[in-house]
């Protein structure tokens, strides 16, 4: 077995695609690299090619075309390599449940060639920093989701995985639950020292644990950096308001006083305004100036939600 | 970043120390993990011997009073004991087939898939699995026979026939079995399929009468079953020294050169259906 390059990036996709059968491009030329101990989202609605992409770099959806790598290894030429550095938590709970939360653990630590006494020592290790020593020898079809969540995340570090995929880890639990699971990902990176590939569609959760983000839509890489330099391209704050009558007309008299020229988006009646050095008096009179009324009127930060919405047309909850 | 790599360095595993090579042990976590989660439902053991226990404890016995036998020198009960594996060892395999539907539609499957394994071992973990339950199953049945007045001639070399086939026909329709969980999306359109797969052979291959007493074409037919020569060579084994099912097959003077044929036609089987299994169930766990 080749030895893993210690300067490899830890996940490298170069043009990868995938078409299934029928036709369908789920993804189209997706491309990026995720240094060592990176925090790396993929955001973008349901369907827009994140699982996908999160099948083909663990193996599990065979890529149309590119390539791939994680820690040096192939995920084509050498799939036994590359799953043997990484692990994954699919976004569907996939714990034995007809075993105790320990049998599912001692399964993985086997399967991924952990010596015995070594595994026994992670297990109360992750069970301690996870919450869930306490229920470890229960049947997991006792726990609650929350809790088979909590399982998952032990058996997919038991292995000390150079790279962890997390897909949707948090999609489907309860306000309270995400909040929690949120924390104990955000601390894995601190304690575990690895990498994680993180897909979902909730904005707080990319914004919260990610270095870099990678916005996916349709099959492609629509933007790519970090959450704050994303932001920074809408400026402080967006005025939002509603406009009764020609949308044009008030995008028309923005731009003639000089207010977010070619910034502003109109999605429906709605106006989102990036605010830059205009204050949202100035932008309210231009339109009202225009023989227009207004109302709905709010200002707010920008989130990754316009973002998105400015990429694509789209906004990330309406996509989904 | 060197503070992260100097640290992942610190982080990594210790030398392994010596133990099983890996490949047996991960098919036998994987086959540990097919029996736990078969332990946890009874059913799947039981159910399928319901059928054949009913055979060798009513049916046959019934027949043989009602008919007088086989009019030769071979016990009908018996005959029919071992005939009702013909029966076990396909409802067995089958039940064991589903089980990798349901891991499909769980999710259980991909975080397999996602194991540094070869994909072929989550087969093979399987199929020593549903060895071991159909060990399990043909002890009973036959024991069941005998306790209702079956006649068995066993000695080393006949046991050791009767092993090697009902181990051979197991791995054969294990691989029936997988092929078809693999092609099958559905769990019922998988049941549906259990008819043609394991209880149609088990009419035609002599599990109840010999295959002569059938017109010629169906016993053609029969000889080219894989069912037909397990029967015969389980036969042989236990039941019939003389070897009268392997004549009815091969039709020769020496039944040690007939014994080793219909083993050789049930080796190919096997073999062939685990390398089809292994490769359908590749092509079709990978999308």
């Known amino acids: 077995m080749a030895a893993e390059r210690q300067d490899a990036p830890a996940v490298e996709a170069v043009a990868l695609e995938k078409t299934y059968p029928g036709g369908l491009e789920a993804v189209r030329g997706i491309g990026f690299r995720v240094a060592a101990g990176e925090v790396f989202g993929l955001l973008g609605p349901n369907g827009a090619g994140k699982s996908t992409t999160i099948g083909m770099l663990t193996t599990t959806i065979s890529p149309t075309a590119g390539t791939a ?7 084509v030429e050498q799939p036994l390599q590359a799953r043997g550095v990484s692990s994954v938590v699919f976004q569907e709970p996939v714990v034995d449940r007809g075993l105790t939360g320990r049998a599912n653990l001692e399964l993985h630590a086997r399967l ?9 020592t992670r297990m109360s290790e992750l069970g301690r920093a996870l919450g ?12 609650s989701g929350g809790e088979r969540r909590r399982l998952e995340l032990a058996r997919a570090l038991i292995s000390r995985p150079r790279v962890l995929f997390l897909d949707e880890p948090t999609v489907g639990l309860d306000p309270r639950i995400r909040v929690e699971l949120l924390d104990v990902i955000a601390a894995l990176r601190e304690r575990e020292r690895v990498t994680i590939v ?17 916005i996916i839509h349709a099959g492609e890489i629509v933007a790519l950096d970090t959450p704050e330099a994303l932001l920074a391209g809408l400026g402080g704050e967006l005025l939002e308001l509603r406009v009764d009558g020609d949308v044009s007309v008030a995008l028309a008299a923005l731009a003639a006083h000089g207010i977010a020229a070619g910034e502003s988006l109109a999605i ?52 989904a | 970043m060197a503070t992260i790599t100097a640290q992942r360095t610190a982080l990594a595993r210790p030398a392994r120390a010596a133990r099983l090579p890996f490949t047996g042990r991960a098919v036998r976590t994987l086959a540990a993990r097919r029996a736990a989660l078969t332990a946890h ?34 016990d009908y009960t018996s005959f029919v004991g071992v005939g009702a594996v013909g029966l076990v060892v396909p409802l067995s395999c089958v039940f064991a087939g589903l089980s990798v539907i349901v891991d499909r539609h769980s999710g259980a499957q991909r975080e397999l898939l996602a194991a540094p394994v070869p994909r072929s071992y989550l087969v093979l973990g399987n199929l020593l699995v549903a060895i071991g339950l159909s060990a399990l199953q043909v002890t009973v049945l036959v024991g069941l026979s005998a306790i209702r007045g079956g006649q068995f001639h066993i000695t ?26 693999s092609k099958v999306k559905k769990q019922e359109d998988y049941i549906g399929a259990v008819p043609a797969v394991a209880i149609l052979p088990f009419f035609l291959a002599g599990a109840l009468f010999p295959i002569a007493a059938m017109p010629a074409a169906l016993t053609a037919i029969a000889k080219a079953l894989p069912l037909t020569h397990a029967l015969a060579l389980l036969r042989y084994g236990f039941v019939d020294p003389r070897g ?15 014994a080793w044929l219909s083993f050789a036609v049930l080796a190919l089987f096997a073999v062939a259906l685990t390398a089809i299994s292994v490769r359908a169930f590749t092509r079709s766990a990978v999308r």
Not at chain 1, 199 to 213: G, I, K, N
């Open chain 1, 69 to 75: 790598r994680l820690a040096g290894f192939d995920v």
């Open chain 1, 112 to 120: 991924w060639d952990v010596e015995l006494t070594v595994a026994e």
């Open chain 1, 132 to 143: 869930i020593a306490e229920i470890l020898d229960r049947p997991v079809e006792s726990f």
């Open chain 1, 198 to 214: 993180l897909t979902t569609h909730y904005l707080d959760e990319a914004r919260r644990l990610c270095d870099r983000v990678a």
């Open chain 1, 268 to 319: 429906g009646q709605t106006l989102t305004v990036p605010l830059r050095q205009a204050s949202a008096a100035d932008a309210i009179a231009a339109i009202q100036g225009a023989g227009l009324s207004t109302s709905g009127i709010s200002s707010r930060q920008p989130s990754l939600d316009d973002v998105y919405l400015r990429l694509t047309g789209e906004g990330l909850a309406e996509a």
């Open chain 2, 41 to 74: 439902n009874p059913r799947q053991v039981a159910v399928p011997l319901i059928g054949p226990a009913l055979l060798a404890l009513v049916v046959a016995p019934a027949l043989k009073v009602a008919t007088g036998g086989l009019h030769s020198h071979i």
């Open chain 2, 156 to 181: 080393a070399t006949g046991a050791a026939w009767f092993v090697a086939a009902a181990l051979l026909f197991t791995v054969f329709m294990y691989g029936v079995a997988e092929t078809l969980a």
């Open chain 2, 244 to 258: 009268s099912g392997l004549h009815d097959i091969w039709g020769m003077s020496n039944v040690t050169v007939e």
